[in-house]
């Protein structure tokens, strides 16, 4: 490893640092996956709410039949519903997220030139009375 | 060299840049910039002056610059995690400085110059060290004191060789399997130094302690660290999150009885009080991964296993189980809070397969049932029933189950039924060895101690040491748990001091045991030097025995005899009624505190084979044993074996091992220990060959010896069992003079408890002289002075007392008829 201090500043800097941001943003995106259950609701995103069904019975009744095959579907739709709204604030939180490691990155590089700016604009238009 | 070391660190250019630009200014100066923008901002809005923008925007700048700089410096002093085989490869090539922790070489490049190491200057370093004064505070070394002694034994210029100190810190830190080579590891190479090792033995600090406590250095920070990458992976990943649970059904009932353990342990950190126990997760997730998925977690209260649930239940809610463990709900019941409310047999029956059907149908349920024993006993009594055949299409099924119990319920259950220890996996948790809860206790310390309360290392490992000797009663680490809380408390509330130190610890064990462990100091020191004179005040004649029993206790206290045995062991011969009874309760008193501390056995009771199962338990009926339960209660005590030789042989057998080694195993496989015990047998065997020997004026000395061949000759006792006793005491006939003297001694004690009625029976020496001559047999020796005493005296007293002929005040003179009366 290098003695140099500045070269080891701008190794941090430029390598280690960018490379960690995309990390962390890896690591929230993984988090929000989990946290909203993306791949889990969506393996069963027609599965009935809280296992909430009827069983069909012995025999065959039309009218029975009918209600109960009516009622299993609402459960399913119930299910479907809660889950593809988990499912599409998850993603939209996963777009966010994505944007952010973006803009974080892309800040990163740009911010000597901000510090420069910074001190050049605040200097310049600064009235000293 | 230390140049070179340094740089294979990769620490040397931020040594020099944090020497250049210190860390705690640059710290400083970010909270003034901080500061300085919000202000400047704070001041726009008030004063609506431009100005203070592009303050804030210089300000911005510097806040920016500063911050940079300190995360800079956070990552380069990052620890060094390396394995143990690249360590292992840097010791063997001699890159001592690429196993260097940040502390270790800011530490080393300050006190070191080419290949020298200068002492003085290491210590004037640490001297402000934080790290440091923290290990100085858990060592209980006084900082100031110890850098005084510092001082003195190490001149300014003295330097030392410092390759020598980097072999021995590198290979004593291989030994350990550290990660990296710091302060501790080189403290504990300086103690190859004698002047450094002179030292510490000043302020009675060991290798193993500087060990112990480097080590709960090193996993304090490691705990902190944790917590600070709350960014990392894993610290983001250990969330459930939402809707895991809506594809598992309702459970409505099992609500109301249930616990959800998954819930409850879902924002709690991890518990760190795992070592040891980590295993144990991993063996309930197998048990549930396999066969039938039925788990049985066994062990006694207190070792442990509902932590070792709650761990398992985070990992089952952190997803970091296997498959279909993932995210299920671990739901606790309690067989008391199911069977309570049920008249009837079938109600509770019913009860519990509406509960298990309810789990079963709910499909991410892990059932976790407290006391599962309790369902399956084959002889229900109140609180238990014989569930076995209604839970069996259960036990066959796919629902996940967790049962807790103990040894017993284990053994009188599922133990004796094949069938369902074929379905059911047995995970047995034992108690946490020394060295483990020591650990446990420096990590839960944390949670009591204030900024006015410390623990030292040497308290906690008083705690564990103490409690594994002396509580027998409760597993490790629930004892030592329980005396950690009780000496914060006692030490927060009876002292002034701050500081928990081993003392506290032998305070608060004294009390809750009534074991005096503290050490031998103050009373209990003139106890045992003057014990003959005080076992005298009650005890007449007998010298040579009062002389054999002192010496014996005297070298148990004092540290010297094996703290592998029983404080003392006495086998007590001769003839009845000549003070061996009085003698025992005369210890007990003197040294337990208190006659009661007794705990007798008459052996006659003991004379058939089967009565070993009264001593010490049934394996059948998982029954304790009187002996091994009453030292269980009472440690600290004396087990007094009356008529010892009638016991018979395979009973005297047991007490082999306790004579010798100070346990026995019961028949429920606890290890009872009776190092604080004392053990006294008495028999009566051999009563004539003493008198004949007495009479003869046979010496002390000879009369032992062919007593002893005697017994031996005779069968009564094994040549083994005689020589495990610290002593064989024979006791004589008492003499006429001593039996005056007994009389006396009755007299005065009648006089005593009558002093509250203002009466005193006048002692002369006539009376007493046909009281010993009354009062004596060779059958029973003096025991039925206390009887003739009582018959003849005190019904006299008693008497005169109701028809007025003894008054109060009245001193009463014993008429000699009242004595001379035949019965």
Known sequence: ?129 | MIQEYLKQSGYLALIRLKRLIAPRVMALLMLFFGAAVALAVGCYFYFNSLNFIEWSKIFLAGFLITLVYELFILNQQSEKNLDAALFRNFVDQEEFGRLFSEHLAEVLYRSCDQDEFYPRAFFHFLATDYDFHWQLLRLNIPAAQFFAEINQVYPQDLSLPLSEFLRTAASKSLTVNHANLGLDDWLISLLSNKNFADILFKFKVKEEDLREVGDWQRRKAAMARQIRDFLSRENLLRIKGIGKDWSGGFTVNLDKYARNITRQVQYQQAPFHLYGHRQYIELIERGLLEGFGKVIVVGEPGVGRHTVIKAFAQAVNNGQTYGQLRYMRMLQIDSASILMGTATANESLDKIRLLFGEALAAGDVILVINNFDAFLDSKPEVGRINATEALLSYFKSPLKIIGITNQNGYASTIGKNTELQHLITKVEISETDPSETLVILQDECATLESKSLRFTNAALREIVNLCTKLIQNLPNPEKSLEVLEETALFVLTKTSNRLVLSEHVQKVITLKTKIPVEKVAGAEKDILLHLENLLQERIVGQQEALVDISNALRRGRSGISSEKRPIGSFLFLGPTGVGKTETTKALAAVYFGNENRIIRFDMSEYQEVHAINRMIGDADTREGGTLTEKVIENPFSLILLDEVEKAHPKILDLFLQVLDEGHLTDALGRQVSFVNTMLIATSNAGAELIRELVSQGVDQHQLKTQLIEYLQRQGLFRPEFLNRFDAVVTFQPLSSAELTVIATLEMTDLNRRLADKDIKIKITPELTQVLAQRGFSPEFGARPLRRLIQDRIESYIAQGLLSNTIKRGQEVEIPSEILAKED
Request: proline residues 2%.
């Open chain 1, 1 to 129: 490893m290098t003695d140099s201090i500045l070269l080891r500043f701008l190794g941090w800097y430029f390598a280690y640092v960018p490379l960690t941001i995309l990390q962390i943003g890896e690591n929230f995106i993984l988090w929000a996956w989990r946290f909203f259950s993306i791949g889990f609701l969506t393996m069963r995103i027609f599965a009935p709410w809280h296992k909430d069904i009827s069983s069909y019975g012995l025999g065959f009744d039309f009218e029975r039949w009918s209600k109960i095959f009516l009622w299993n579907l609402i459960s399913r739709f119930i299910g479907a519903l809660l889950r593809v709204s988990v499912i599409l604030i998850g993603i939209s939180t996963e777009l966010l997220i994505i944007a952010l490691t973006i803009a974080g990155f892309v800040l990163w590089f740009v911010l000597p030139l901000i510090i420069l700016a910074l001190i050049f604009s605040g200097l310049a238009n600064l009235k000293i009375a």
